[in-house]
């Protein structure tokens, strides 16, 4: 629907209420729980009139896709190469709430719109990841999917409307790729507060007593949780993780990265 014609001035007017609704629902990542009262409450337009524009809900949802989908890909086609490009998609998302949100948020219900949804979020996946494969600065002997995953869950986080530190990671996030923090330490991991809270038992065993969430370690997770709940200096803990299990130092980056994606993804 790139190519939408209007015939009249009123309905494309209607059309970007709709839209900007939509926009509004998705960065308070409630779109999966869309009716066309909450359509018609936000867009400000009566239920009668959205259905003389619009057929269905399915149909307002699916032209707001096709809009920000193709908002997406444009973006993706006027990336520059190189570091600079990555930065520059990463600066456009989080200035821009409609995309950001259109990423970010649950989707839909309906299959076929989950679908095109997932689809469009595949792709930026596979772009960013293509990229990340042919930066000459990425940390040595970390996986470019690794990365990926890092990068796509520091948007993330600095989108959720329930992350109360989304500031400070938009903050991060404008100036410098996640992996670049890492000698800087501490942005790697959740916050050293909520490290701290959680209960570690020695079979493996985590609890968060705050909101009830557990998961199973194996013996580098449960290290690397119990260093952290003493210090924040992620480059002593790379050091550490290399001599007490006996790897080498891209390795133990490698495996120290990747718990640290699952561990956010855990405890988003």
């Not at 149909?59 to 006027?78: F, G, K, N, T, Y």
């Not at 796509?152 to 989108?159: L, S, T």
């Not at 079979?203 to 709940?229: E, I, K, T």
Request: proline share 3%; charged share 25%; with cysteine.
């Amino acid at each position: 629907m790139g190519s939408l014609l209007f015939k009249t001035e009123t309905a494309k007017q209607r059309f970007r209420q709709v839209l900007r609704a939509l926009d509004s629902i998705a960065a308070k990542d409630q779109l999966a729980f869309l009716t066309t009262q909450r359509v018609s409450r936000e867009s400000g337009i009566s239920d009668g009139v959205l259905f003389r524009h619009f057929a269905s809900k399915d149909v307002m949802v699916e032209s707001w896709i096709d809009q920000r989908a193709q908002q997406l890909r444009l973006l993706l086609e006027a990336m520059p190469g190189g570091r600079s490009g990555l930065m520059y998609v990463v600066q456009q998302l989080l200035k821009e709430q409609s995309l950001l949100s259109f990423l970010c948020c649950q989707p839909v219900d309906t299959p076929y719109l989950r679908q095109q949804l997932d689809a469009s979020r595949a792709q930026f996946y596979r772009v960013m990841l293509l990229r990340i494969e042919l930066l000459s600065s990425a940390p040595v002997g970390v996986a470019p999917e690794v990365l990926t995953d890092h990068l796509v869950q520091k948007i993330y986080r600095a989108w959720n409307p329930a992350n109360t530190g989304r500031d400070r990671q938009k903050e991060l996030l404008m100036s410098q790729l996640p992996w670049e923090s890492i000698d800087k330490n501490k942005d790697m991991f959740p916050d050293r507060d909520v490290l701290q809270r959680l209960a570690l038992n020695d079979s493996g065993f985590v609890f968060d007593p705050l909101n009830g969430r557990s998961f199973s370690a194996n013996d580098v997770g449960l290290y690397v949780l119990r260093f952290l709940q003493q210090s924040d200096d992620v480059k002593a803990l790379m050091v550490s993780v290399s001599r007490d299990f006996d790897v080498k130092a891209a390795d133990a980056q490698r495996d120290v990265t990747e718990f640290s994606g699952q561990l956010r993804k855990l405890l988003a």
